[in-house]
């Protein structure tokens, strides 16, 4: 079937056996249980809903130009069990408008979809993965606990103006420091226009540096389940300020 072809395949773009040796000797007996446990969900996650979320996408595959390509990371998928402990840790007020800044085949979409956002958008620019994000969320609204409805945008983030009514910002290290830098001087622009709070959900974050000095977070902590590390930035709109905020760690496995 389908599904057992997207299995395998995902097995063998993953390596994981040798993955799991590695883990092992780098990372120790706990950290690799964890990690092979949230692996195991996301497969069961894609065999019950019918989505496609965990094989992933070279950069060659894309269908975009070698300029664009130039700053963009491979496509891999966030895992659903700790997107959804974070997401229900952060405990947004309702009607917030929740954003995935490169968002591929819609994994974080689908599972912010359950939470009472006023709308959940995922921009890529990649116009075959936002067609598998729109399938994955087709599956996944007749199977799943959707509150909010999905938006997906095909479009280059350079080209994307951040809204006045964007409120949360999630990023798995979706592109470098020089698409990054772009992003946030639209958000920052963006509170100018409409002061509010934001939220920033970063993944991976090789490029921290870039969002503390431009935004000036008032909070910046780490949460971390399951062996996976999100760094969390809230942001006030008196963001203009002097102080580097310390980095709290803040982690739990429960």
């Given at each position: 079937?389908?599904?057992?072809?997207?299995?395998?395949?995902?097995?063998?773009?993953?390596?994981?056996?040798?993955?799991?040796?590695?883990?092992?000797?780098?990372?120790?007996?706990?950290?690799?249980?964890?990690?092979?446990?949230?692996?195991?969900?996301?497969?069961?996650f894609?065999?019950?809903?019918?989505?496609?979320?965990?094989?992933?996408?070279?950069?060659?595959?894309?269908?975009?130009?070698?300029?664009?390509?130039?700053h963009?990371?491979?496509?891999?998928?966030?895992?659903?069990?700790?997107?959804?402990?974070?997401?229900?840790?952060?405990?947004?007020?309702?009607?917030?408008?929740?954003?995935?800044?490169?968002?591929?085949?819609?994994?974080?979409?689908?599972?912010?979809?359950?939470?009472?956002?006023?709308?959940?958008?995922?921009?890529?620019?990649?116009?075959?993965l936002?067609?598998?994000?729109?399938?994955?969320?087709?599956?996944?609204?007749?199977?799943?606990?959707?509150?909010?409805?999905?938006?997906?945008?095909?479009?280059?983030?350079?080209?994307?103006?951040?809204?006045?009514?964007?409120?949360?910002f999630?990023?798995?290290?979706?592109?470098?420091?020089?698409?990054?830098?772009?992003?946030?001087?639209g958000i920052?622009?963006?509170?100018?226009?409409?002061?509010?709070?934001?939220?920033?959900?970063?993944?991976?974050?090789?490029?921290?540096?870039?969002?503390?000095?431009?935004?000036?977070?008032t909070?910046?902590?780490?949460?971390?389940?399951?062996?996976?590390?999100?760094?969390?930035?809230?942001?006030e709109?008196?963001?203009?300020?002097?102080?580097?905020?310390?980095?709290?760690?803040?982690?739990?496995?429960?």
């Open positions: 079937s389908e599904k057992l072809r997207l299995f395998f395949q995902s097995l063998k773009e993953r390596k994981l056996l040798a993955r799991l040796v590695k883990s092992l000797r780098e990372r120790g007996i706990s950290t690799t249980i964890l990690s092979g446990y949230s692996t195991i969900i996301e497969y069961l894609d065999f019950r809903y019918g989505t496609d979320t965990m094989t992933w996408v070279e950069l060659d595959d894309l269908d975009v130009d070698s300029e664009q390509k130039s963009a990371v491979l496509y891999q998928p966030s895992p659903s069990a700790a997107i959804r402990r974070v997401l229900r840790a952060l405990n947004f007020p309702h009607g917030k408008i929740f954003v995935d800044l490169g968002c591929g085949k819609g994994k974080v979409l689908l599972i912010a979809s359950e939470f009472p956002f006023d709308e959940v958008r995922g921009i890529d620019f990649s116009e075959r936002c067609e598998i994000a729109r399938e994955n969320f087709l599956h996944y609204r007749m199977k799943g606990n959707t509150r909010s409805n999905v938006v997906i945008i095909h479009s280059d983030v350079l080209n994307y103006s951040i809204e006045d009514d964007e409120d949360v999630y990023l798995f290290n979706p592109f470098d420091d020089y698409i990054l830098q772009h992003v946030v001087d920052a622009e963006s509170i100018r226009r409409r002061k509010r709070k934001i939220w920033i959900i970063y993944r991976n974050a090789q490029h921290k540096d870039t969002i503390v000095k431009a935004l000036k977070p909070q910046h902590f780490i949460l971390s389940f399951y062996g996976q590390d999100f760094m969390i930035m809230e942001v709109p008196e963001f203009v300020q002097n102080r580097v905020p310390e980095v709290l760690h803040k982690s739990s496995h429960a």
